[in-house]
């Protein structure tokens, strides 16, 4: 695709336990509030590709759009390669 991978400025600021068998609001608080953005200039103004593996409850990616909503100018568009029916 020629697209930047920007794998270091979304960062989980501690582990976590796995969310698979967590119930929907379980893995909502396993995972708010872990990630920052450390560097927003490198996302303001971008439009940027959350990728994930799979979607259960969309949880880590909520947490993560969380933290980019901070951003200015970001727009963002999510990619997985499978989504579960929980």
Do not use: Y
């Amino acid at each position: 695709m020629k697209i930047l991978l920007e794998t270091t400025t979304l960062v989980r600021t501690k582990p976590t336990e796995t969310q698979t068998r967590k119930s929907r609001f379980k893995r909502w608080e396993n995972v708010k509030d872990i990630f920052v953005v450390t560097r927003t200039d490198l996302f303001a103004d971008r439009h940027i590709l959350l990728v994930d593996d799979v979607i259960t409850t969309g949880a880590t990616l909520e947490a993560c759009i969380l933290a980019l909503s901070g951003v200015p100018g970001c727009r963002i568009s999510v990619a997985a390669i499978a989504a579960s029916l929980i």
